[in-house]
């Protein structure tokens, strides 16, 4: 399937917000995959579907998990927008016909994040947080230091996502947390 009809397809299931944002996503991740020596072509195609299973919540998110037959842990099944980039994952593979591993992955893991992730898998992260829809404290350090240093930006994202969460009151992952400790220990390697 190619990229256009990918996004024709798409934009159909999303609401004209999400969309935009994934299209948002898509050029930025374009952006940092040339400043970084990324595939370009992968960086796209995983930008525009990165939120394609933002539609599943609540049950129909705990449904779809279980035909599929990914098992959740107890933070996911209650908070289950955090679901997402896994049956994106799935949708990615079997509604838009993405093959490649390293594109699927990036997809799966764009809502926590995870420690050690690719070159990739970090520029989708951050494209998230940084494309010209956003808008939340400290962006502009967050949209700079993503062309300076992809984990300090990494880091960056992970802390407003915890500050966000906490605030609203609502369960945290661990993943999320483990994705800023284990990019934050890079960056003081780097600086030690
Ligand atoms: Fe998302
Ligand atoms: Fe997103």
Redesign the pocket.
């Known amino acids: 399937m190619t990229i256009e009809t990918i996004m024709q397809k798409l934009k159909l299931e999303l609401d004209a917000v999400r969309y935009q944002h994934s299209v948002n996503v898509m050029e930025t991740s374009e952006l940092l995959a040339r400043h970084y020596g990324a595939d370009l072509n992968k960086a796209r195609l995983a930008g525009i579907l ?2 394609c299973g ?1 539609n599943y919540k609540g049950d129909k998110a705990r449904e779809y998990i279980q035909k599929i037959g990914y098992e959740a842990d107890r933070v996911e099944l209650i908070q289950t927008r955090l679901l ?2 896994v049956i ?1 994952e799935h949708l990615a593979k079997t509604v838009y016909e993405v093959t490649d591993t390293e594109v699927l992955n990036a997809i799966h893991w ?2 926590t994040g995870r420690p050690g992730m690719t070159l990739l898998e970090k520029i989708i992260y951050c494209a ?1 947080y940084i494309e010209p829809l956003r808008n939340f404290q400290g962006i502009e350090n967050s949209r700079k230091s993503a062309f300076e240093d992809l984990d300090r930006c990494v880091v960056d994202c992970a802390d407003s996502t915890i500050r966000y969460i906490v605030d609203k009151g609502v369960l945290l992952h661990g993943k999320t947390v483990e994705t800023r400790n284990y990019s934050l220990m890079l960056l003081k390697k780097k600086i030690s």
């Open positions: 990165h939120d933002k997402h980039g994106g764009h809502t998230d």
